[in-house]
């Protein structure tokens, strides 16, 4: 009582009972459907704008925004999701803004 016929075809190609769409003109190659798209990591958006942030409100939160930049930057490595370049943009600008924080407060607190 086992069905042979698989619901769909495991090497991507059209059933025999199912017709192909034609072309909409003729000599036309047929449609081929564009890839989905990824997500865009949502953690590599947040790193970023909590960077930018950091540059002109709170510095010492650079630290922060470089560190959710990484987890987005990781996500966007693996394939998951989108955002590589804004991950690591988040990264730089974190890390600079929180450097430039640091030196700026030990310069006025101990000079």
């Given at each position: 009582?086992?069905?042979?016929?698989?619901?769909?075809?495991?090497?991507?190609?059209?059933r025999a009972d199912?017709?192909?769409?034609?072309?909409?003109?003729?000599?036309?190659?047929?449609?081929?459907?564009?890839?989905?798209?990824?997500?865009?990591?949502?953690?590599?958006?947040?790193?970023?704008?909590?960077?930018?942030?950091?540059?002109?409100?709170?510095?010492?939160?650079?630290?922060?925004?470089?560190?959710?930049?990484?987890r987005g930057f990781?996500?966007?490595?693996?394939?998951?999701?989108?955002?590589?370049?804004?991950?690591?943009?988040?990264?730089?600008?974190?890390?600079?803004?929180?450097?430039?924080?640091?030196?700026?407060?030990?310069?006025?607190?101990?000079?």
């Amino acid at each position: 009582m086992t069905d042979e016929t698989p619901s769909f075809p495991p090497d991507a190609t059209p059933r025999a009972d199912q017709p192909t769409p034609s072309p909409p003109f003729p000599g036309a190659l047929p449609a081929i459907p564009a890839p989905e798209r990824l997500p865009f990591s949502k953690p590599a958006i947040w790193g970023f704008v909590i960077a930018c942030v950091s540059l002109f409100v709170f510095g010492f939160i650079g630290a922060l925004g470089a560190a959710i930049s990484a987890r987005g930057f990781r996500a966007a490595r693996q394939g998951i999701a989108r955002g590589r370049g804004l991950a690591i943009a988040g990264m730089i600008i974190g890390t600079v803004g929180f450097l430039y924080y640091a030196v700026v407060f030990i310069l006025t607190r101990f000079h």
